[in-house]
């Protein structure tokens, strides 16, 4: 029999709840998961809510598992495939849509917001969402696809060029996927962090100094370190604005005429198209952009609490989660 799913059912509070298992629509595939990725979106899920949350939910958006079943619309996946699922499902008509940005679509609906995601024994996800996992790829490494999935749309929407000079704002697993991914297309990354334990294990330097960034990402939740990053921008520099703010932090101070005088540039990203799903599974399997030394911790869906709790105290890089697992991977 599956084990519990997890189920947040108001801000605050989630439950193990056994949910049936039910067979897939007719464009739809359902997923054993083998691993679910969490990250600190997962706790503010739980915690504080988040604007695209429907309640209630499963959450767990990056997932990666084996094919159960198919629906009768279904071609381009069969049972027994090893799939990750892109976490959208999007309509393919509206104007973003068709410009190529589906993860602005109108009706984008999320997997883990508002529909059921990975943090159960099985998913049902649109067909048009699964990405087939590149042969000899292990499930641990290829759940990375959707935080560097969400980096890479981060460095497009930056116009990143080979030798440029990247400022990263942030430790985690965001701030190290972005300056893998950033070396990996020929520019040059600084990690910038003040936690010197953080520091220590990214690489990184506490403070830009005197240096000036082409592009500079913030990935942190911090109104200190956006400022710091638009202080530290070069002439025509690029600020990607890839990390939310708390609605008091909403609305910062900014000089237009540093904007206007320089002739810089603030850029949004939020989230990732299905295209850098594709993109991110060949660069982690090919080897470009190596992930394995970033999984600090291996815990079963059942210890969701304590690896919340690890998340919230950034006492780890990446934790995965086993639905089927019962006992500590270690």
Request: hydrophobic content about 40%; some cysteine; overall charge negative.
């Amino acid at each position: 029999m599956p084990l519990p799913s997890v189920r947040v059912v108001e801000i605050g509070r989630f439950e193990f709840q056994e949910m049936p298992l039910q067979a897939p629509g007719e464009d739809e595939v359902l997923i054993r998961v083998d691993v679910t990725g969490l990250c600190r979106t997962d706790l503010k899920i739980v915690q504080v809510g988040h604007r695209d949350l429907v309640l209630p939910r499963v959450p767990g958006e990056e997932v990666v598992g084996t094919v159960e079943a198919v629906g009768s619309g279904v071609r381009q996946c069969k049972p027994g495939e090893r799939v990750y699922v892109y976490p959208g499902m999007w309509c393919g008509q509206c104007p973003a849509c068709r410009a190529g940005a589906e993860n602005l679509c109108r009706q984008m609906q999320i997997m883990g917001f508002h529909r059921d995601g990975g943090f159960a024994p099985y998913v049902s996800v649109p067909a048009q969402s699964v990405i087939p996992v590149p042969e000899g790829l292990k499930a641990d490494e290829a759940v990375f696809a959707e935080p560097l999935s969400c980096c890479l749309n981060a460095l497009e929407r930056a116009s990143l060029q080979a030798g440029e000079q990247i400022g990263i704002w942030g430790a985690g697993p965001a701030g190290t996927l972005l300056a893998r991914a950033a070396r990996a297309r020929g520019a040059r990354p600084l990690k910038i962090h003040p936690d010197r334990h953080r520091r220590e294990v990214i690489g990184g330097v506490a403070t830009a100094d005197g240096r000036r960034f082409d592009v500079a990402v913030v990935a942190v939740g911090d109104l200190d370190a956006y400022r710091e990053a638009l202080g530290h921008l070069a002439p025509r520099g690029r600020l990607v604005v890839f990390s939310g703010l708390t609605p008091h932090d909403d609305r910062p101070d900014v000089s237009f005429n540093q904007l206007h005088y320089m002739e810089q540039t603030l850029v949004g990203a939020y989230g990732c198209c299905h295209r850098h799903g594709q993109e991110a599974l060949a660069m982690i399997a090919d080897g470009r952009v190596p992930v394995a030394d970033m999984v600090s911790h291996r815990l079963p869906l059942s210890q969701l609490d304590a690896a919340l709790t690890l998340v919230a105290q950034r006492a780890g890089m990446k934790i995965l989660l086993y639905p089927w697992q019962e006992e500590t991977a270690g």
